[in-house]
């Protein structure tokens, strides 16, 4: 062997060692199985929607508290009576550490990085208390409110009890988060069922191409699970016509460095989820 095959040899060597250990780094790290990164991705490529097992019961039942908390506090808070009983709940990571926990939780963390492809932030946060009765969301895409580009985006609710259909649970059509953004048609008449302070539920949905053939897909979460949403998959939810609540605890993230509408109501900003480094500046503290 003469000097140059030497030293040929010698750096594949070097680069194949430096490599395994940043594999080895990596995998150390990852709060994720190797099974869930795959089926994370999976169904995210076919479906547009996939699940991970997040909490045990009783984790869930120490945020449910807290979120109860909250809930009553708002109410007991609200002097103008500005929210119905059981309004949706905006930015309830403000008003809680321990509810901040779920927004950046290290699995919901990795695996919205591992979907989106890169470093994000979150944008927001929302609950659902959806009590038997309660109408639900129209068909919509998220990306129709944020404005970013295809799979820039994601939205992760989860389950603070079981969601069934009876319950009022998030379906979708399989497969379309492969569609651009759809048209709405507005409904003043549906509009009108709208909380005062939560305009986007209903009144606006979107239209499905005619003809189209995507599989609709009832929604079933065990208390606990959590499911990641693509910004462009069409989805919605029925109303409540169960006698049990239908709780959920939703986030939203950006990857970082995307453009996204601010949004009139939600008033979007980057929050850190410890992920990428936010300029000072620009967070929302
Ligand atoms: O939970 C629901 O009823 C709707 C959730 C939703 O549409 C969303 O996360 O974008």
Not at 149 to 155: M, T
Not at 241 to 263: E, H, I, P, Q, V
Request: charged share 30%.
């Amino acid at each position: 062997m003469n000097q140059l095959q030497k030293e040929i040899v010698t750096r594949i060597i070097k680069d194949f060692f430096k490599k395994r250990i940043y594999i080895n780094i990596n995998n150390v790290m990852s709060k994720l199985t190797e099974l869930e990164k795959q089926q994370l991705k999976f169904d995210w490529r076919y479906k547009g929607v996939s699940v991970l097992n997040l909490l045990t019961e009783k984790e869930v039942d120490k945020y449910s508290a807290e979120l109860e908390r909250i809930r009553r506090e708002r109410q007991e808070n609200d002097e103008k009576g500005e929210w119905g009983e059981y309004d949706p709940y905006q930015y309830p990571h403000k008003e809680s550490d321990i509810l901040k926990e779920l927004l950046v939780h290290p699995k919901i963390v990795e695996a919205t990085e591992l979907l989106l492809g890169g470093e994000i932030v979150g944008l927001q946060t929302w609950s659902y208390f959806k009590p038997p009765g309660q109408l639900g969301r129209d068909m919509h895409q998220n990306i129709f409110y944020t404005e970013c580009e295809s799979n820039e985006v994601l939205n992760v609710s989860i389950a603070f009890d079981n969601h069934d259909p009876q319950n009022g649970s998030v379906w979708y059509y399989e497969g379309s988060h492969n569609l651009g953004v759809l048209p709405i048609e507005v409904d003043d008449e549906r509009t009108r069922t709208n909380p005062k302070n939560w305009r986007n539920e209903r009144g606006k949905p979107c239209v499905m191409p005619e003809g189209h053939s995507f599989p609709f897909v009832e929604g079933f979460l065990r208390k606990g699970q959590v499911v990641f949403i693509h910004s462009n998959v069409v989805h919605g939810s029925e109303s409540n016509d169960s006698d049990r609540f239908r709780k959920a605890f939703l986030c939203g993230y950006l990857k970082w460095g995307s453009n996204f509408a601010t949004g009139g109501h939600m008033k979007r900003k980057p929050i850190d989820v410890g992920s990428a480094k936010i300029p000072q500046l620009s967070l929302d503290l």
